[in-house]
């Protein structure tokens, strides 16, 4: 499991990506418990998720309705399968609007630029 904290802030709301091997729902469901361990991250207001399996997209928005749909396509266009990627964001008072979106593809494209300079690569 990678984890970058505090990547993104906007009007009090703070952003996070995290991310890690996973190839079916269930272990997806199991990896969003290992990250709610972390007391910060059970707290968050949305643990946003998308991941690419053989068996087809799956997502949860977590109640940040349309993420799921965002990280999808970025995974689809980087063609990365087996892979969770998990947006998550604390809400900090003030609606974002569409600016919500921009902060979620830049969450996930600085995850995916980590996971292509990262170990082994």
């Not at 361990?37 to 997502?59: C, I, M």
């Not at 965002?70 to 008072?93: K, S």
């Not at 919500?100 to 996971?115: C, G, M, P, T």
Request: glycine content about 12%; some cysteine.
């Amino acid at each position: 499991m990678r984890v970058f904290e505090n990547i993104i802030s906007d009007r009090g709301s703070k952003y996070a990506v995290s991310g890690g091997p996973c190839a079916s729902e269930e272990e997806a469901r199991a990896f969003i418990t290992e990250l709610k361990r972390r007391k910060k991250f059970a707290k968050a207001t949305h643990n946003t998720w998308g991941l690419l399996t053989e068996a087809g997209p799956v997502k949860n928005d977590d109640g940040e309705s349309g993420a799921g749909m965002v990280i999808l396509r970025m995974l689809e266009r980087e063609g990365v399968r087996d892979h969770i990627v998990v947006v998550t964001r604390w809400y900090g008072g003030k609606h974002l609007g569409g600016d919500r979106f921009r902060h979620v593809q830049d969450a996930v494209r600085l995850y995916l630029d980590a996971l292509e300079t990262g170990p082994g690569s």
